[in-house]
């Protein structure tokens, strides 16, 4: 009895067209040793020890540490066995879900459609499935007098998968879905970073709330009515933000990822130092449903640094045009990225470049590439003190306001001056010193 329903449930998967990949992964693979190891019960249970009893001994063994080793892998997750198969099924990348993002269901080649169905049914047999029969399995196997405890938890959200009772028949919701969140790694994270010629997703991001903010209103609305722009599908405007160190250049970037990431905005970080591998990195992008900002955090070039040149294609674009979808935002201290000498002016002599000039204003205006110039001034005193009592007020600090005045000002002469930095700074001390409640900037 149970060999033959754990071979019912593997052929099952077996059987997969597109979707087998949603058990390559720990919990998959670990549910899956579970139905192979009961499997082979009855079939060889002699396979491993000296005689059929040691093999029994052993198969039991096997039984145990398979069921134990996915109850742990499913209680790190911290999801319910169901709620991890959507996931996965949601998160997809398969010839499907990839081709549904850009062609109209009604266009895939209807082996497509049929596949995907089959697979469908597949995958709502297995969630429908009673897991509570692999505890009940490994008790009557291992002769133990209470069954293993089953993994349960509450399911975290509804979806429309959840809420349907014939899979198959939620094909169109399906694409709509993946249409809207993308698949694959654009569907896991929302912030990526290019690291060794591929992208990789950022498991903890870090979240800004745009609310905290403060001081720089005219450049933070400015900034968001661009990035609404690219989220409605209109033209979006690459964006140079520059100015005073500290005064939230690349937090107000951060900070839209926080607000948007719902809406399909996603961010991928590059460092500068792999510019040149920009063009690769906007090549994969156009198809995608999503909305793309590359960010280059404190950008500057060298005099003798040639990846401006790479940057400069994706400002300007190519023969190949850029996606509608993908921008680029840039932090820097400098208005004129490239760093100029006075040595680089032309002087006319034998053996100099005779249009120099041309290449000092190649320098000079590449900044000019970016279609909207954000600057960022320093801070005064009425501005740093207007951050430090917004930032008091969001964390409920309880303090006289002169008190709060008095302090910030010490802070700023004593260490990095007035910034928003150093006001955020301030506030975390203050808080580490009254024991107020920090607020959650994630919330």
Known sequence: MIENQSEFILKRIASLLLYESVFNNEVGEAFLKILETLDKGDRDPNAIGVDIRQ????????????????????????????????????????????????????????????????????LEIIYNWDIQ???????????????????????????????????????????????????????????????????????????VDLEEIVGYESQKNALIKNTECLLGGYPALHVLLYGSRGSGKSSLVKGLLQKYSDRGLRLIEVDKLHLNDLPKIVEQLPELPQKFIIFVDDLSFEEDDDSFKALKVVLEGSLTARGKNVVVYATSNRRHLIKEFFEDRPHPKDGDEIHAWDTVQEKLSFSDRFGLTLT??????????????????????????SLLEFGAKQWATRHNGRSGRSARQFIDFLIGELGSPKINSES
């Open 133 to 207: 029969h692999l505890s009940k399995w490994v008790k009557e196997v291992a002769n133990l007098p209470v069954a293993p405890v089953t993994w349960y938890c509450e399911t975290c959200s509804k979806t429309f998968l959840h809420q349907t009772k014939n899979w198959a028949n939620a094909i169109e919701d399906l694409a709509c879905y993946y249409r809207q969140n993308g698949t694959g790694i654009f569907a896991i994270y929302d912030a990526l970073r290019w690291e060794q010629g591929e992208l990789r997703g950022i498991v903890r991001a870090d979240r």
């Open 55 to 122: 093999g029994q001994k052993c198969y039991t063994r096997d039984c145990l540490q398979a069921y134990g080793n996915w109850f742990k892998v499913l209680a790190a997750q911290n999801r319910s066995w169901q709620d991890y198969l959507i996931k996965q099924i949601l998160e997809n990348d398969n010839p499907f879900s990839q081709q549904v993002q850009k062609t109209a269901i009604s266009d895939l080649p209807p082996s497509l459609i049929a596949a995907t169905k089959y697979d469908l049914q597949v």
């Open 376 to 401: 960022f001034e320093p801070a005064n005193q009425e501005k740093y003190l207007k951050i430090v009592t917004h930032l008091a007020t969001r964390a409920k600090i309880k303090i006289d306001s």
